[in-house]
C-alpha cells in the first residue's frame, strides 16, 4: 500500500512514523483478505423459511397491482384470490362485513385481469384507496390454479425519488468527494450482501465475519470518500483499533447481560428456519456493524482536525492533541446522546407499550427487547469515546507542527 502525501495535511513526522502505519495497516488487509478466503460462503442452497415459500415450496412471485374500488361488502366471495376477468361474485349473506379491495393486475402473465382482495377490519390490515398501487403475491398449487393475495404497497417509485434526491445532494454540497462516499455505500452494501449475509447463513462464526465484513468496508468507504493519504490512514487506522473494541464490548455486553436476541420476531424466524444459524452471533454482528457509521464519523473530524491544527502552526505536538482533545470533547457529546436517542427512537412502540402496562421501570429497563438497545447504546458509545484520544494520537504523531502543505 503506498500513501501519497495530499494537500489536507502537513508533512509527516518521518519515515519510521509512516512506515509503521502503513505496515499496520498493510497487514490488516491481508488479514482481512485471508479472513476473507477462509470464511468465504459455500454455494449450497438453503430452503427458503415457510413463510417466504409458495404454494409450491418456491419463492414468492409478487406483481404490480392497482387499486380500482374498495367497498364493504359481506365475506366469503367465491372470486376473493382469484383471476377475474368479469365483475366478482358477492360475498356469502350472513358471514360478517368484510373490506373488499378490487385490484387490476398490472404485471405477470395476467395482466389487464382483475383480482379481489378480502380483509378483515382490524389493526394490521391494510387501507386501500381506489388508486392505491400495490404489491400483490402470486400462487400457483398443484392443481395449476394462480391466486393472489395482498403483499405490500408499492414504494418503488417514492423511494427511488428519495434516493435520487439524497445523491443529488450529497454530489451538490460535497462534489466528487461526496460521489466517492456514494460509491463507498454501494460497496458496502455488496460486501453484506455476497459475503457476510451468506456466511452468516452457512453457520460460520459471526465475531470473524463481523470483523472481516466491517474492515473491508471501512476500507473501502473511508480511502474513496477521503483519498488515500496520512491523514486518511490515521482515521482508519483508529477506526479499525475502535472497531475491535466494540467487538470485545459487544460480545462481554452479550455473555455479561444473557442477551439471547430471541425477544424480537426476525430472530424467532431465524431461529426456527435456519438452525445452522447462531441467534447470539447474529445479534453481535449486528451490535459491530451498527458502531461503524459513527466511528468513522467521529475519528475522520479528529484526524482532520489534528493535521489541519498542524499545518497552521498552531503549537507543539501536545498541545496539538489537547486542542484537537477538545473539540473531540464536543463531539463525544453531541454523538453520544444522538446515538442513544436514535435507539430510543427505535423502541418507541416498545417503550410505549410498557408505559400502559404499569410495568416497573427496572422490570423495563431490565427486559430483552430495551436491554439489548442499552447495550448496544453502551457498546457505541465506548468505544465512540475511546476512539477520539486514539486517533487523535496516532494523527498527532504524523502531522507536522508548522510544516508546510503536503503535495500531491
Known amino acids: 500500500m503506498t500513501h501519497a502525501h495530499s494537500h489536507h495535511g502537513p508533512a509527516p513526522l518521518g519515515p519510521l512514523a509512516a512506515r509503521i502505519v502503513v505496515a499496520a495497516l498493510t497487514v490488516i488487509g491481508l488479514a482481512v483478505i485471508v479472513g476473507g478466503v477462509l470464511l468465504w460462503p459455500s454455494e449450497n442452497k438453503v430452503d427458503i423459511p415457510l413463510p417466504f415459500q409458495d404454494g409450491a415450496g418456491g419463492s414468492v412471485t409478487t406483481e404490480g397491482g392497482q387499486v380500482i374500488s374498495t367497498a364493504a361488502a359481506d365475506c366469503g366471495s367465491d372470486s376473493a384470490g382469484q383471476v377475474l376477468t368479469g365483475d366478482p361474485a358477492p360475498g356469502v349473506p350472513g ?3 368484510c373490506i373488499q379491495s378490487l385490484i387490476t393486475i398490472d404485471t405477470g402473465p395476467n395482466t389487464g385481469a382483475k383480482t379481489l382482495l378480502e380483509f378483515s ?3 394490521g390490515q391494510p387501507n386501500l384507496n381506489s388508486g392505491d ?8 398449487d398443484q392443481q395449476g390454479a394462480t391466486s393472489y393475495g395482498f403483499y405490500d404497497y408499492e414504494r418503488a417509485w417514492p423511494l427511488a425519488m428519495l434516493a435520487v434526491v439524497f445523491a443529488i445532494v450529497i454530489v451538490a454540497v460535497a462534489r466528487w468527494r461526496g460521489l466517492r462516499a456514494l460509491v463507498g455505500i454501494g460497496i458496502a452494501f455488496v460486501v453484506l450482501a455476497v459475503f457476510m449475509l451468506p456466511a452468516l447463513r452457512d453457520g460460520a462464526p459471526a465475531l470473524p465475519v463481523a470483523l472481516v465484513a466491517s474492515s473491508a468496508i471501512l476500507y473501502a468507504v473511508i480511502y474513496l470518500a477521503h483519498g488515500i493519504s496520512l491523514r486518511t490512514s490515521a482515521a482508519l487506522l483508529g477506526t479499525l483499533t475502535s472497531m475491535l473494541l466494540a467487538a470485545v464490548l459487544s460480545w462481554a455486553a452479550i455473555e455479561l447481560a444473557h442477551l439471547t436476541g430471541l425477544s424480537e420476531d426476525r430472530s424467532n424466524e431465524v ?5 445452522n444459524v447462531s441467534i447470539t452471533g447474529l ?3 449486528g451490535f459491530i456493524i451498527g458502531s461503524l457509521g459513527v466511528l468513522n464519523d467521529v475519528t475522520i ?3 482532520s482536525t489534528v493535521f489541519e491544527l498542524a499545518h497552521l502552526g498552531h503549537g507543539n505536538r501536545t498541545q496539538i492533541f489537547q486542542r484537537a482533545m477538545r473539540v473531540g470533547s464536543d463531539h463525544i457529546a453531541s454523538t453520544v446522546y444522538t446515538l442513544v436517542l436514535a435507539y430510543a427512537g427505535s423502541a418507541l412502540p416498545l417503550l410505549l407499550l410498557f408505559s400502559v402496562a404499569n410495568r416497573s421501570l427496572t422490570d423495563v429497563l431490565t427486559g430483552e427487547s430495551v436491554a439489548i438497545e442499552i447495550a448496544r447504546s453502551a457498546v457505541g458509545g465506548i468505544a465512540l469515546a475511546l476512539s477520539v484520544p486514539l486517533t487523535t494520537a496516532i494523527a498527532a504523531v504524523l502531522a507536522t507542527p508548522n510544516g508546510p502543505p503536503a503535495t500531491a
Open 301 to 303: 473530524t479528529q484526524a
Open 121 to 123: 377490519p382490524g389493526p
Open 95 to 97: 358471514r360478517g362485513t
Open 133 to 140: 398501487r400495490v404489491r400483490i403475491f402470486r400462487q400457483i
Open 271 to 275: 431461529a426456527a428456519y435456519l438452525g
Open 283 to 285: 445479534l453481535l454482528a
